[in-house]
T-cell receptor
Framework: RKEVEQDPGPFNVPEGATVAFNCTYS??????FFWYRQDCRKEPKLLMS???SGNEDGRFTAQLNRASQYISLLIRDSKLSDSATYLC????????????FGAGTRLFVKA | EAGVTQSPTHLIKTRGQQATLRCSPI?????VYWYQQALGLGLQFLLW?????ERNRGNFPPRFSGRQFPNYSSELNVNALELEDSALYLC?????WGTGGAARTNEQFFGPGTRLTVL
């Protein structure tokens, strides 16, 4: 089982739609969590951290469920510019600090 | 504020040669991470340096090595290049991880990458 798993998609949604991605992680000692977005042939850019209480940044909402070991990202009112690959990132400190990236979920927002 | 910078942007080598990639972190950041992203694949963790020391490495052979300099910039060296080493190599930096075992959020900020092609 991969340490961090994401549905690769692609998710094809119309503008204005709400779309949600999940990411599961296997290490219960995971400490911090993030969502990054990566545009084609570009570097990943931090989208938001994920806090235990859940957090929101404009149209984006991130949530963490430690009991079930998953994090989620909800995008409301999708824009064309949201088209990208969304990467789930998990940090844990077991035998040394490690950062694990999920393989990403591809999102296409259509006009 | 200047972001993470990497050089060169592109690098073309032949099998068996050595490649050296460079990274300058954001000012004030002491941790540098290296990742490999092969075409169509996810990011694979390579190395982590903090305060000049290698803190952890991913599942890569020893011919992948690096170092961090006193100014916190870093170098990734890949010896005996193989065709499958062709990839985008990304460097990221984050603020001081700190001491005392306190958990940090460790947000990482990425450079634009070096695209290595091995012929």
């Amino acid at each position: 089982r991969k340490e961090v798993e994401q549905d690769p998609g692609p998710f094809n949604v119309p503008e204005g739609a709400t779309v949600a991605f999940n990411c599961t992680y296997s290490n219960s000692a995971s400490q911090s969590f993030f969502w990054y977005r990566q545009d084609c042939r570009k570097e990943p850019k931090l989208l938001m951290s994920v806090y235990s209480s859940g957090n929101e940044d404009g149209r984006f909402t991130a949530q963490l469920n430690r009991a079930s070991q998953y994090i989620s990202l909800l995008i409301r009112d999708s824009k064309l510019s949201d088209s990208a690959t969304y990467l789930c990132v998990v940090n844990f400190n077991t035998g040394g600090f490690k950062t694990i990236f999920g393989a990403g979920t591809r999102l296409f927002v259509k006009a | 504020e200047a972001g993470v910078t990497q050089s060169p942007t592109h690098l073309i080598k032949t099998r068996g040669q050595q490649a050296t990639l460079r990274c300058s972190p954001i000012s004030g950041h002491t941790s540098v991470y290296w990742y490999q992203q092969a075409l169509g694949l996810g990011l694979q963790f390579l190395l982590w340096y903090d305060e000049g020391e290698e803190r952890n490495r991913g599942n890569f052979p020893p011919r992948f090595s690096g170092r961090q300099f006193p100014n916190y910039s870093s170098e990734l060296n890949v010896n005996a290049l193989e065709l499958e080493d062709s990839a985008l190599y990304l460097c990221a930096s984050s603020p001081d991880w700190g001491t005392g075992g306190a958990a940090r959020t460790n947000e990482q900020f990425f450079g634009p990458g070096t695209r290595l092609t091995v012929l």
